[in-house]
Nanobody
Framework: QVQVVESGGGLVQAGGSLRLSCAGS????????MGWFRQAPGKEREPVAG???????NYLDSVKGRFTISRDNAKNTGYLQMNDLKPEDTAVYYC???????????WGQGTQVTVSS
């Protein structure tokens, strides 16, 4: 059974940093794509950052240069390092794992990130 568990959210002042973790079980993160999404109150869930099984990364324009997605294969854990946080980054952040064959997606339960001004 595949499980995805996020952690690392919290309350931080503007300009601060947080590192979110996405721990996988029942699946090897090195062989799948992983993405971080966020959903603010009253807004649609949006993709923030992604990393393919080959290591290619992509980012939402508003977080480029501030956020970094990475993966530690030995720990089977993915990360989202968030620096220079802004109040508009406040949201629930979700990790999603995508396996190509057979195609399947797995979501974590989400972790709250709150940035105060």
């Amino acid at each position: 059974q595949v499980q995805v568990v996020e952690s690392g959210g919290g309350l931080v002042q503007a300009g601060g940093s947080l590192r979110l973790s996405c721990a996988g079980s029942g699946i090897m993160l090195s062989s799948v794509g992983m993405g971080w999404f966020r959903q603010a109150p009253g807004k649609e869930r949006e993709p923030v950052a992604g990393i393919t099984s080959g290591g290619t990364t992509n980012y939402l324009d508003s977080v480029k240069g501030r956020f970094t997605i990475s993966r530690d294969n030995a720990k089977n854990t993915g990360y989202l390092q968030m620096n220079d946080l802004k109040p508009e980054d406040t949201a629930v952040y979700y990790c999603k794992i995508v396996r190509a064959i057979p195609f399947s997606e797995y979501w974590g339960q989400g972790t709250q990130v709150t940035v105060s001004s």
